[in-house]
C-alpha cells in the first residue's frame, strides 16, 4: 500500500503542479475566497480520483496480458509525449497559453454570473471547472492505470493528497509562483516519471 501512495502522490504531484487545473484554482482564488475555491477544487479533484479509481478497478477484470501492455504503452506512450513537449518549450518560466486558457475557461463560465457570489456558487464554480479541466487528462488516465495494479486505498490516498497539495499551493500562492514555475523542468521530471513507470509495468510483465 505504501508503494501505491508514494507512486500516485509523486504521479500527480508532480504532472499537476503548474497545469491548467493549477491556474485556475490560483485565479480563482485571487477573485473569491481562497478557503472557498480550494473547497471547491479539492472536492472536484476528490471526486475524479474515486471516480478513476472505480474505473480501473474494471478495467482489472480485463485478462492481465492486456492491462499489462495497456499499462506499458500507457506510461511510455506519455512519458515520450512529455519528453518531446519539454524539448519544444522555451527555457523560460511559465506556460503563458495554459495560463489564458485557464483565464478564458473562467471568463466563460462568469460571463452570466452576478459580480457578487454567495459562498454556494463559488465552491460550484470551483468545483465545475476543476472537475471540466481535469477530465481525459493524463493523470486521470494514470489514475486508472494505477489503480489496476496497486491497492485501491493507497492509490486514492496518495493521488487526492497529491492534488490537494497542488491545488493549496495554487490558492496559497499561486500568483508568486506563475512567475517562477519552470512548465519545461516541470513537464521533463513527469516524463521521466511516466517512463519510469512504464519500465516498472514491463520489467513485472516479463
Not at 5 to 17: D, M, Q, R, T, Y
Not at 30 to 45: D, E, I, P, T
Not at 52 to 63: E, F, K
Not at 190 to 195: E, R
Request: proline share 2%; net charge neutral.
Amino acid at each position: 500500500m505504501l508503494a501505491a501512495f508514494i507512486a500516485s502522490f509523486l504521479l500527480i504531484a508532480v504532472s499537476e503542479l503548474g497545469d491548467k487545473t493549477f491556474f485556475i484554482a490560483a485565479i480563482l482564488a485571487m477573485r473569491h475566497s481562497r478557503r472557498l475555491v480550494f473547497a471547491g477544487a479539492v472536492s472536484a479533484l476528490a471526486a475524479m480520483t474515486i471516480l478513476s479509481v472505480l474505473v480501473g478497478q474494471v478495467a482489472a477484470l480485463l485478462p492481465k496480458t492486456y492491462i499489462q501492455y495497456a499499462e506499458i504503452a500507457l506510461f511510455l506512450g506519455f512519458g515520450l509525449k512529455l519528453l518531446y513537449e519539454a524539448s519544444k518549450m522555451p527555457v523560460s518560466s511559465c506556460d503563458t497559453e495554459i495560463i489564458q486558457e485557464a483565464k478564458t475557461a473562467i471568463e466563460k463560465a462568469e460571463f452570466n454570473l452576478p459580480k457578487t457570489q454567495n459562498a454556494g456558487a463559488i465552491i460550484a464554480e470551483a468545483f465545475t471547472l476543476t472537475f471540466l479541466s481535469e477530465w481525459g487528462d493524463r493523470t486521470q488516465i494514470a489514475t486508472i492505470a494505477l489503480a489496476t495494479r496497486y491497492p485501491v486505498v493507497g492509490v486514492t490516498i496518495g493521488a487526492i493528497l497529491g492534488h490537494a497539495l497542488c491545488a493549496a499551493l495554487a490558492v496559497v500562492c499561486g500568483r508568486m509562483l506563475a512567475g517562477r514555475i519552470s512548465e519545461r523542468k516541470l513537464t521533463i521530471a513527469g516524463g521521466i516519471l511516466f517512463i519510469m513507470f512504464g519500465i516498472m509495468a514491463a520489467v513485472e510483465a516479463a
